[in-house]
């Protein structure tokens, strides 16, 4: 007969540690008071969260649009540097960006964190960066959830994700059908890498050209590692802005594909978009990832956001207001190019001309 051990199996020993938990959740109660709005109703530790939808009273049609996403492997460099608290901008940043590209005001969030093992004040960090993030973006943080997986994942590796819904008034809709021969394309300056292309990244600058984050890089007049975590810039309430003080006719997140095939998703058919690179510099990151990994610009352009986290498509009359409304937000922002004709044969919905400025 096979003996019994004497004591029966945990969770515990299993490798899930329900306390640390707990832990977790009373640390970071805090900050998620922080991003809140008054239409949520009750407070976290719920099944579910709560929104008023109440509130959407006041629209004549209102539509509802959502969007997940994460940030990448750009989570290894937080944990090889061992700071928490910046992602969770990253991540609110990839969400409410795009859903604001259609013109709708983030309402919510949910948030998903996985790790291997809970360290209460690792999660608590990004949470507290999520919550900044929602704050930043004017949205509530109503909920999430932290799994452990022991087994799957080491003690030290986790990931992240998030889930935003937003509102928007029916014809208020922003995208490719508003979009004129003659209208403006504004480029609004990226606060460097975001979240994305962190893959090709890490291939050029650790595997590659063999540098640690403690590199002190004096074109970047910080370490790399310090660079490469800078957060994304959250554009939510600059463009929302722009679409109260003036006419827009469409928004374009810059992501992953890179500018051209990003803009290429809100340009209609019959219709193409020239940009022109000497509008702008980009800043020195994205130049020292194609030196150390002798990339082509091609390759950059079509992975990096070479300096450009959202653009603007607005009528040439709109051009003066957006920009002063951008720069009273402190946002930097330019004319990069513009909206004309596709002649018969022509299949690029983007073009991208000259070379950046130096």
Do not use: Q
């Amino acid at each position: 007969m096979t003996p019994r051990s004497e004591f029966g199996s945990t969770y515990a020993a299993a490798g899930v540690d329900i306390e640390a938990g707990d832990r977790a959740v009373e640390l970071m109660k805090e900050w998620v008071k922080k991003a809140s709005r008054p239409e949520v109703v009750g407070g976290l530790g719920g099944f579910a969260g709560l929104f008023d939808a109440s509130a959407l009273a006041r629209y004549e049609r209102p539509l509802l649009a959502s969007a997940t996403d994460g940030v990448g492997t750009k989570v290894d460099i937080a944990r090889r540097m061992g700071v928490y608290d910046t992602i969770g901008h990253d991540l609110v940043g990839m969400v409410v960006d795009d859903l604001v590209v259609c013109g709708a005001e983030p309402l919510f969030m949910t948030d998903y964190i996985c790790v291997g093992k809970v360290y209460p004040e690792r999660v608590a960090a990004i949470v507290k960066g999520i919550a900044e993030g929602c704050a930043l973006a004017g949205c509530a943080l109503v909920g999430g959830e932290t799994a452990e997986h022991p087994g799957l994942l080491a003690a030290d590796d986790f990931d992240v994700a998030g889930a935003g819904t937003g509102v928007v008034e029916a014809d208020r809709v922003l995208g490719a059908d508003r979009i004129r021969t003659g209208d403006v394309v504004i480029a609004m300056k990226s606060s460097g890498l975001h979240s994305n292309g962190y893959s090709l990244v890490r291939h050029v600058l650790f595997d590659k050209a063999g540098w640690t984050l403690d590199r002190e890089v004096p074109e970047l007049g910080r370490t790399l590692g310090e660079e490469l975590l800078e957060p994304t810039r959250i554009y939510a309430l600059d463009c929302l802005a722009l679409t109260r003080t003036t006419e827009v006719h469409a928004f374009s997140h810059i992501t992953g594909g890179g500018l051209a095939s990003n803009l290429a998703r809100v340009i209609p058919d019959g219709l193409r978009a020239v940009v022109d690179r000497s509008t702008w510099t980009p800043g020195p990151v994205f130049g020292l990832v194609g030196e150390a990994g002798s990339v082509e610009r091609l390759e950059l352009e079509k992975t990096l956001n070479m300096g450009v986290g959202m653009m603007a498509v607005v009528p040439a009359e709109s051009v003066d207001v957006a920009l002063a409304t951008c720069a009273d937000r402190g946002m930097d922002a330019w004319v990069s190019g513009e909206i004309l004709d596709r002649a018969a044969g022509e299949t690029e919905a983007v073009t991208l001309t000259g070379d950046y400025a130096s």
